[in-house]
C-alpha cells in the first residue's frame, strides 16, 4: 500500500482527483491517531492523507468541493458544497 501524505487541499485534490476520474472505488482511510484524514482507492493500493489543520488552514471544504467538481465524472458529483 502505498501511502501519499500531502500537506495543502491543492495537493490532496491533485493527487485523488486522477484516481476519482478513473472511477476508482473510494474508501475512507483515516489515521485518527495521528490526526490525518484519508481516502483510499481500490485498485489503486494508494491512499492519500492530510492533516486537518492543514486541511482546513489551506482551504476547508468549500475549496476542496470546487476544486474537485472538474475531477468527478458528470453525474456522480459527490462533492456539492458552494
Same mark, same amino acid.
Given at each position: 500500500?502505498? +501511502?501519499? +501524505?500531502?500537506h495543502s487541499v491543492e495537493q490532496y $485534490?491533485?493527487?485523488i482527483g486522477p484516481l476519482i476520474q478513473k472511477g476508482l472505488e473510494m474508501y475512507r482511510a483515516d489515521d $485518527?491517531?495521528?490526526g490525518l484524514l484519508g481516502v483510499?482507492?481500490?485498485g489503486a493500493d494508494t491512499? $492519500?492523507?492530510i492533516s486537518i489543520?492543514?486541511?482546513k488552514a489551506t482551504g %476547508? &471544504? $468549500?475549496k476542496y468541493g470546487e476544486l &474537485? %467538481?472538474?475531477w468527478e465524472p458528470a453525474g456522480k458529483k459527490t462533492q456539492k458544497v458552494k
Open positions: 500500500m502505498k +501511502r501519499i +501524505r500531502v $485534490v491533485n493527487e $485518527v491517531e495521528n483510499g482507492f481500490a491512499e $492519500v492523507m489543520p492543514e486541511f %476547508d &471544504i $468549500v &474537485i %467538481d472538474p
